[in-house]
């Protein structure tokens, strides 16, 4: 199963901003993940691709800046 579509070179979550187990699932495999800052924090789920400092909000959803396309 894969959590991701590519949008104009963007690595864009299919979960929209409500699928907290696929993004904590998600965060808890990726080495990538690191912390926001509190201020920026969305849930209360410690590891969650909500509380990255590498999504960046989209209207729908959250681009991940680390999968980005080159
Ligand atoms: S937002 Fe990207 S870098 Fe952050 S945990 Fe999710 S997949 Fe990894």
Do not use: H
Not at 9 to 30: H, L, M, P, R, W
Request: proline share 1%; glycine share 4%; charged share 30%.
């Amino acid at each position: 199963m894969t959590n991701w579509t590519i949008k104009d070179g963007k690595s864009i979550f299919t979960g929209g901003k409500d699928s907290y187990k696929a993004a904590v699932q998600t965060a808890e495999s990726c080495p990538s993940f690191s912390e926001d800052c509190e201020d920026e924090l969305f849930c209360s789920d410690a590891v969650s691709c909500y509380n990255c400092r590498y999504r960046r909000w989209t209207t729908e959803s959250f681009e991940c800046i680390k999968r980005r396309q080159k």
